[in-house]
């Protein structure tokens, strides 16, 4: 093959396998006519390949497969195959599809429960039943498994004696031994009484150690120790030890930030010259009649994380999927946020009147000086300074809402629907400019997971806290800036799902379990 022929064959993968079956002396003879010829009819060839590969993909979805199923399609292969499809985003209800016949067969099975858990909420789930919680008398001559089985050896526990037996692993023990802590450790993948999890983003082999001891968290994922009847609601404080009970340990929602955050450091020199890579992308580009636009986004559609404080001049900047852990200002310029976090936006305009757009987003404060504020499913929690606010399915704690910092008896004009605020917020009793809508929107005091900067659950409301803001949105999903992560409405659909799949007489008991998120729980090395 010549170098024309070879310069003319670089865009289409069929077109260069055409050519290599032709007989060679048609090569020698090629000036590089015939393999653009050949390279065109094998642009064709592609063509109709990936249409067929993305109709394959439609009807028969797999997740090992590079092309993704359109999400219009689910529904109507949801049908050929029987599925009912609940999941409120397009990945679970993939999964969904995926799993469908599967599931069917394994109806009633602890396997079964804890798959669909995983696969609408899209977090680890570790699975236990209720029975095997309460205490039951020990009937004599009852088996008890070896010692092996708990990772111990039989010859521990001779000459056979009470004291020595009442020590085996596998004999139920009501009152836990004092001086013996029961934790979770490492173990051989191979071992018999091996779990298989994944604990603060690492897959981890794990057992339960010393059974008869004192729980080290009482109530959590590798709690065995044994009690009565507990008749209360399930929760991370008890009510788990019930019979009808199938217990479904997940981690919280950890929102924006997680225990295993890296951050890349910004640099100034992206403003002006760009920047892209596997992650990240920024560009600068030129608009009519207008300041330049810098646009700052993710190009997977997970955040990335950015430290140090991050300012422009004379443009105006869209993020999207960007945290950060500092803030950020924009001097003479407008500013739009999308999915992306920041602990205090300062929007400022010379001889206009800037504008501050918030879209699903976490703003700490925020202030946009004589200018507007719309905000549309986000939070703020601490403060706002604006002449205007629009504000649309989202949470304000700012017990602040004024025009600037040092008169907060200033008007603020503006609209609130289908929010909710702080029981001391100030802006609608000193002021009748900023109007809201009486039946969308609540005064409530809101508990978070965490309210500091930068760990997770931050802005995250606890789950059950407030109806209000469960289903308070416009769509019915969660209030703030988690709605269109459906926190909420992923819990709705898991609780639906599981109606035609657990046996009659049993209830599903899901429990946020911050020990599925503590990297240290199996030490530093794990």
């Not at 949801?78 to 469908?100: F, H, M, R, V, W």
């Not at 004092?178 to 994944?198: E, I, N, R, W």
């Not at 983003?201 to 959590?220: D, F, I, L, M, T």
């Amino acid at each position: 093959m010549n170098d024309s022929a070879k310069k003319a064959l670089n865009k289409s993968p069929f077109g260069k396998l055409l050519y290599n079956m032709l007989p060679d002396h048609y090569h020698d003879r090629d000036d590089g006519s015939l393999a653009q010829y050949i390279d065109i009819c094998g642009s064709l060839l592609d063509s109709i390949n990936s249409a067929l590969d993305s109709l394959h993909e439609d009807f028969l979805p797999s997740e090992k497969s590079q092309i993704k199923a359109q999400p219009w399609t689910l529904p109507y292969t949801a049908e050929l195959y029987g599925a009912s499809l609940i999941s409120p985003n397009d990945a679970g209800k993939k999964k969904e599809l995926q799993n469908s016949i599967r599931w069917n067969k394994r109806k009633g099975t602890l396997i079964c429960i804890e798959e669909i858990m995983e696969a609408i909420t899209g977090t680890e789930c570790i699975i236990s039943e209720g029975q095997d919680k309460v205490a039951i008398f020990v009937r004599p001559g009852e088996p008890v498994l070896p010692a092996e089985y708990y990772g111990q050896q039989s010859s521990d526990f001779l000459p056979l004696s009470p004291s020595t037996a009442s020590k085996h692993p596998g004999l139920p023990a009501v009152t836990p031994v004092l001086g013996k802590t029961s934790l979770p450790v490492t173990a051989d993948k191979a071992a018999p009484d091996v779990q298989k999890s994944f604990i603060a983003g690492k897959a981890v082999a794990w057992r339960v150690e010393k059974n008869h001891g004192v729980p080290g968290v009482q109530n959590s994922f590798f709690d065995k120790s044994l009690r009565t009847l507990d008749f209360r609601a399930p929760s991370v404080r008890g009510g788990q030890a019930h019979p009808s009970l199938v217990v479904l340990h997940i981690p919280p929602f950890s929102g924006f930030f997680n225990a295993y955050i890296k951050y890349r450091n910004w640099k100034k020199e992206w403003l002006n010259n760009g920047f892209e890579d596997n992650n990240l992308m920024i560009y600068r580009h030129e608009q009519k009649n207008s300041r330049d636009k810098i646009t700052i986004r993710s190009k997977t559609g997970k955040p990335v994380y950015i430290q140090y404080r991050i300012i422009t001049e004379d443009c105006d900047v869209e993020m999207d999927g960007i945290v950060c852990k500092h803030n950020m200002e924009v001097r003479n310029g407008n500013l739009i946020l999308k999915k992306s976090a920041a602990p205090s936006v300062t929007v400022t305009g010379n001889g206009f009147k800037p504008v501050c757009e918030v879209y699903d987003s976490l703003v700490k404060n925020i202030q946009c000086l004589k200018g507007t504020i719309r905000l549309e499913h986000s939070t703020v929690t601490k403060s706002i300074f604006c002449d205007c606010l629009l504000a649309s399915d989202s949470i304000i704690t700012a017990l602040k809402v004024t025009k600037d910092r040092d008169n907060v008896n200033k008007s603020v004009a503006g609209f609130i629907r289908y929010s909710v605020l702080a029981p001391g917020f100030r802006g609608l009793k000193q002021t009748t400019d900023l109007q809201y809508d009486e039946q969308s929107v609540a005064a409530e005091k809101l508990l978070f997971y965490k309210t500091e900067w930068g760990l997770p659950g931050c802005g995250v409301i606890i789950r059950g806290s407030s109806e209000f803001v469960e289903s308070g949105a416009e769509n019915m999903g969660v209030l703030g800036c988690y709605n269109h992560m459906f926190y909420s409405r992923k819990f709705a659909a898991v609780k639906q799902k599981l109606k035609d799949f657990l046996p009659i007489g049993i209830k599903a008991a899901v429990i946020e379990d911050p020990m599925l998120q503590d990297k240290n729980l199996f030490g530093a090395d794990t």
